[in-house]
C-alpha cells in the first residue's frame, strides 16, 4: 500500500443510477447548474491528485463512482469536510446503508462511519495513535475493546487501530475497504459546477466534527500550515 489519503463512501445498493442521478444532483445543486461528467476506463488513483482531491473544501465537489464488487458502489469524494453529512442524506434519500471511509497513511488516522435513515448509527475515528471517536453502539462484528492491543506482554494494554485494523472492520460491514479491484464499467467522475479549492481553511464551520472535536484532517493540514509558515519566515531572515 502506497502512500496516500482517501475519503470514500461505500454504498449498499444495486441501483447505480439512483446513485448517480442524486450524486449529480448535488454537484450542481450549489451553482445550479449541470455538473461535467466524464467515464474512465482506467484507474490510475485520479482520486488521490491534487486535480480531484482538495483536502481544504469546505464542502465535496468532485465524485468518482463504480460498482467494484456486487451489492456496493463506492464513491470517492475529492474532500474531507461534508462527507458525513452527504452520507446521511444519501442513507435517507436512496433508504439504504452508507459507510464512511476515510483515513491517510502518513498520519495512520482513520474513520468510519455508518448511517442509516438520515443519522450516523455508528463511528468511530482514530488518530494521532489514539482514539477520538466512539460513537454509537458497537456493532455485532466488533471486537471488544476494539482495534489490535500493541502492548508487551505484562504492560497495560495500549490499543492500536490502523489500515489493517479499518480492512478488517469494513469486512465486517460487507466490503473491502480501499480496494484496487477496476469497475467492471469503469469510473464515472462527477465535478461539480463550482471550481474544487474554493473552501477555507479558516472557515469557522469546518472545524465543527461530531462530538465537538476537531476532525484529524484539520488538525493535519493546521500542522502543515505552521511547518510552512515557519520554514518561511526562516528563509526570509
Known amino acids: 500500500m502506497t502512500l496516500a489519503t482517501l475519503s470514500a463512501l461505500y454504498v ?3 441501483d447505480l443510477e439512483a446513485l448517480l442521478d442524486t450524486i449529480r444532483s448535488y454537484a450542481g445543486k450549489s451553482a445550479g447548474e449541470t455538473p461535467g461528467e466524464d467515464r474512465l476506463e482506467d484507474d490510475c ?3 488521490a491528485g491534487d486535480e480531484f482531491f482538495d483536502a481544504l473544501a469546505s464542502r465535496p465537489r468532485a465524485f468518482a463512482v463504480g460498482v467494484q464488487e456486487p451489492g456496493w458502489v463506492t464513491v470517492h469524494v475529492g474532500a474531507f469536510e461534508g462527507v458525513g453529512e452527504l452520507a446521511d442524506s444519501l442513507s435517507q434519500r436512496l433508504a439504504v446503508r452508507v459507510v464512511v471511509g476515510q483515513g491517510q497513511t502518513t498520519s495512520e488516522a482513520w474513520r468510519i462511519s455508518v448511517h442509516e435513515e438520515g443519522r450516523v448509527i455508528r463511528h468511530v475515528e482514530f488518530a494521532d495513535g489514539e482514539w477520538r471517536v466512539q460513537e454509537g453502539a458497537p456493532l455485532a462484528f466488533e471486537a471488544d475493546p476494539l482495534g489490535t492491543n500493541i502492548a508487551e ?6 490499543y492500536d487501530f490502523g489500515f489493517d485494523e479499518a480492512a478488517a472492520y469494513c469486512e465486517g460491514l460487507g466490503f473491502r ?3 484496487d479491484t477496476q469497475p467492471t464499467d469503469g469510473w464515472v467522475l462527477i465535478r461539480g459546477a463550482e471550481r474544487i479549492g474554493s473552501g477555507s481553511a479558516s472557515d469557522p464551520h469546518a472545524d ?3 462530538g465537538g472535536s476537531k ?4 488538525r493535519l493540514f493546521g500542522l502543515a500550515l505552521l511547518v510552512t509558515s515557519v520554514v518561511l519566515a526562516g528563509g526570509g531572515g
Request: hydrophobic share 35%; proline share 14%; with cysteine.
Open 208 to 210: 465543527r466534527a461530531e
Open 177 to 179: 475497504f480501499w480496494s
Open 12 to 14: 449498499a445498493t444495486r
Open 215 to 218: 476532525p484529524w484532517w484539520r
Open 153 to 158: 506482554p505484562g504492560e497495560e494494554p495500549c
Open 45 to 47: 488513483a485520479f482520486y
